[in-house]
């Protein structure tokens, strides 16, 4: 077993080839923090909804230095290696097409035995989701080295670009609501009045207001622009979420040749 730290600078450390070996590495179940109501003289609550907790993850390690000199240095890019006055991507090796995102969630302490050191490190996944490595824009195969078995892809053809008014995009994790995770929609083409419907969850965004060929729109998040400047107060406020499995969309207003493509990972439990 292996553990790797990506950095958000794009700094990858494998621990294994810096001399640290992984034992373990434990992920908590999902806890959940719920909602609740109630009403004087009616039996139990009322159920106002439930969202997730962070996750806990305890990766226990020891690592093998040369010599004595070797170790203290071993030990210090270590703490280098797992700062965490910003957050950073850890992987494991048993699941390599999923990341989490962490930070440290206490001091820790490496409890030398000559030439070797012990230690646990407990860190804090605030998303609750282990994510995919990949997003749907990269290659959908295996020889990519970004996915693995597990992750709900399917065998058939999935497109995330398309070029006409009725199509459907999957989503091979949880529900993905742009307010908390991800989810860039970019439509370049003419159109008057764009209409982008998800028939599957409901949601319809319009954008009062044209464009040319030319043009860009991109809807990152809960913003909307159009050649980098935005929209938004020309929308009708409203957001696109994807549902697990298949979503079925359709666009109006659109004029002549476009493109539409969605960019985003999917996340898992």
Sequence with gaps: MNTTIERLDGMIYDFSALGIITRD???S???YRHSTDFVEGRHGLID????YNARSIVIDC???AVDIGDYALLRDELFKILQSNEAFYVIESRNPGKRWFVKV???FEINQIGV???FQINLKAYRAFAESIGTTLDPLTFDANLWQVGQGLIAEDLKYKHNANTFSIYNAGEKIDPRSLPLKITYQGASNN???SNLTTGDTWKYTGISNSNDRIILDGIRSTKNNLSIFRN???RLISLNPGWNKFILNGTSGGFEISFDFRFYYL
């Excluded at 106002?48 to 969202?51: H, S």
Aim: proline letters at 4%; hydrophobic letters at 35%; zero cysteines.
């Design 62 to 64: 020891y690592l093998k």
């Design 105 to 107: 969630d206490n001091q």
């Design 235 to 237: 929308t009708n406020k």
């Design 48 to 51: 106002l909804g439930t969202n």
């Design 116 to 118: 070797y050191g012990l």
């Design 194 to 196: 764009l209409e982008i």
């Design 29 to 31: 179940a999902p806890s």
């Design 25 to 27: 590495f434990i992920i």
